[in-house]
């Protein structure tokens, strides 16, 4: 049973260009969740994706957004690069539980976004 | 707003001996969930223990337990037996009952000595 995957493991960008990071759930889970991790720092929630739309965002710009594939599979897209946004990218997938609210999120291994 | 302390950023521990890493948080919700994440150098966020506010009994999972002092909003994690493996930034979390983003601390580095 395949865990969270994310693609790329690295990517070098710009400042200015737009990025695209993947995040496949582990199977069976149907939300996925976001985080950036800067260096040093615990991750912070940017939002989660449930039933192809976005459920909850935190305190990030509206030049992050997301999207979710029916088959659950989710891309982070970020706009006009600036160099405070090189950070590790994580991915969190779960399953909605009775209730409406999710388990526990399982971690992908991470994107690394350096922004030069 | 919740927020989460870790108030120790690097501890040191003796391979086989116990360490304790604490955590405060503050929060005015009575339905919450805490958790300790280890994530070593491959960067992949792993879940050690997770606690449910309204379960007064510690969880433990094998080495690893907690001791949840909730009036307190204190959550420790005690690691017996200390392996090099464990060797890793662990972060304590918080999760709202009412929505699902998780609140990380800055963390602690811990470092296992042979």
């Known amino acids: 049973d395949a865990g969270v995957t994310q693609s790329p493991t690295h990517l070098i960008k710009t400042r200015g260009q737009q990025v695209t990071l993947r995040c496949s759930p582990k199977?069976?889970?149907?939300?996925v969740s976001w985080y950036q991790q800067a260096l040093g720092q615990g991750p912070q929630f940017i939002f989660q994706?449930?039933?192809?739309?976005?459920?909850q965002r935190g305190n990030f710009p509206d030049r992050f957004s997301g999207h979710q594939f029916p088959n659950y599979s989710s891309e982070l897209n970020v706009n006009a690069l600036l160099l405070g946004d090189s950070a590790l990218y994580l991915c969190a997938s779960s399953l909605v539980a009775s209730g409406g609210r999710v388990d526990t999120q399982y971690f992908g291994p991470g994107t690394r976004l350096t922004v030069l | 707003a919740q927020t989460v302390t870790q108030s120790q950023p690097e501890m040191s521990v003796q391979e086989a001996e116990t360490v304790t890493l604490s955590c405060t948080y503050d929060?005015?919700?009575?339905?919450?969930?805490l958790f300790w994440y280890k994530q070593p150098p491959s960067r992949q966020m792993i879940l050690v223990i997770r606690q449910e506010a309204y379960k007064q009994q510690n969880a433990t999972e094998n080495r690893f337990s907690v001791n949840f002092q909730k009036a307190a909003k204190s959550f420790s994690l005690k690691i017996s037996d200390s392996q090099l493996g464990d060797a890793a930034m662990y972060f304590c979390a918080y999760r709202s009952g009412v929505d699902d983003k998780i609140i990380f601390g800055k963390g602690t580095r811990l470092h296992i000595l042979p």
């Open positions: 199977s069976g889970h149907d939300t």
């Open positions: 994706y449930y039933e192809e739309e976005e459920r």
């Open positions: 929060t005015s919700e009575s339905d919450y969930y």
